[in-house]
């Protein structure tokens, strides 16, 4: 299992920790800062499922005027972090 830190752009939350396994599932996702509630939900959701789909699901969704997401900030980490 590989550990990955992403320092987000234009949110609330400033960095996303996670794992990724030998199978491309995603594990420990954390966030530091934003909104306590929804991220540790999004976290709880989203242990073990396939970090490809989770970022095909995430990517793209916007928080206001924004432009992003913490949500969609994970998307592009988990693009960039995807082999």
Do not use: W
């Amino acid at each position: 299992m590989k550990d990955y830190t992403y320092d987000t752009e234009r949110t609330c939350a400033k960095k996303i920790n996670f794992s990724i396994d030998e199978e491309g599932r995603l594990h420990n996702v954390s966030f530091l800062g934003g909104c306590p509630g929804n991220l540790l939900a999004i976290g709880k959701l989203i242990e073990g499922q396939d970090a490809k789909k989770v970022a095909d699901i995430l990517r793209g969704n916007p928080c206001g005027a924004r432009g992003t997401s913490c949500a969609d900030q994970l998307a592009i980490a988990l693009d960039k972090n995807i082999h």
